[in-house]
């Protein structure tokens, strides 16, 4: 594709309900980024996944939030039971290669996620 | 563990040079980048440097990188009102992808 989407683009939930938000990374990009951005707390990572290894999951604020990526293609975030600190930009990103190079992560929209 | 720190606003007039400072903890720094996120936007890089680098030029922008202070600035020279967005630093740890990115400053270019 032209460049990663995600969706939906905007989320309003309940308190306590589960989402899911998807994103569809550039067309051959090997490396899947997810990252949450809250107001005027940047950045925060959560989740990468490179190829066939194993993700490192060590950014998942907690055991709620889950992520997968089937078919080394598109990724699903998941989080449980939302609680209203959980509102934020959810942001994806993707990489073509592996640790070489400047390796330049492109950045989807974002999905804003509230929750109520 | 890492932190990329930045100031949140800057302020400046166009046709003035605009200068965004970002300080990181990481020694093991490979690269370290700077993104622009435009109201309604998803984060486009806009320049990188190599962690053996002390300087780079691109056009209106300029990288320069301390590595013995852990610190990043970037220079946009003759600031335009298209230039108004938030700016990330991030830096990338050592043998891996993963980035750390800072807290991002708002420039507003003022007329």
């Known amino acids: ?116 | 563990g890492e932190d990329v720190e930045q100031s949140l606003f800057l302020s400046v007039r166009e046709g003035d040079s605009s200068v965004i400072n970002c300080t990181y903890t990481d020694s093991s720094s490979t690269y370290l980048y700077w993104y622009k996120q435009e109201p309604g936007a998803g984060l486009q890089l806009l320049t990188y440097i190599f962690s053996n680098m002390d300087m780079k030029q691109d056009q209106r922008l300029t990288v320069l990188l301390n590595k013995k202070d852990k610190h990043l600035s970037l220079r946009i020279a003759d600031t335009q009102t298209g230039d108004s967005a938030i700016y990330f630093c991030a830096e990338r740890e050592g043998g891996g992808n993963k980035l750390t990115f800072g807290t991002g400053t708002q420039l507003k270019v003022e007329l």
């Open chain 1, 1 to 116: 594709g032209a460049g990663v989407s995600q969706s939906p683009s905007n989320k309003v939930t309940e308190k306590g309900k589960d989402v899911e938000l998807r994103c569809d990374p550039i067309s051959g990009h090997t490396a899947l980024y997810w990252y949450r951005q809250s107001l005027g707390q940047g950045l925060e990572f959560l989740i990468y996944f490179q190829g066939n290894s194993a993700p490192d999951k060590s950014g998942l604020p907690s055991d709620r939030f889950s992520a997968e990526r089937t078919g080394g293609s598109v990724s699903t975030l998941t989080i449980q039971r939302t609680q209203q600190e959980d509102s934020a930009v959810y942001l994806c990103a993707s990489s073509s290669t592996g640790t070489g190079g400047y390796n330049e992560q492109f950045f989807g929209p974002g999905t804003r996620l509230t929750v109520l």
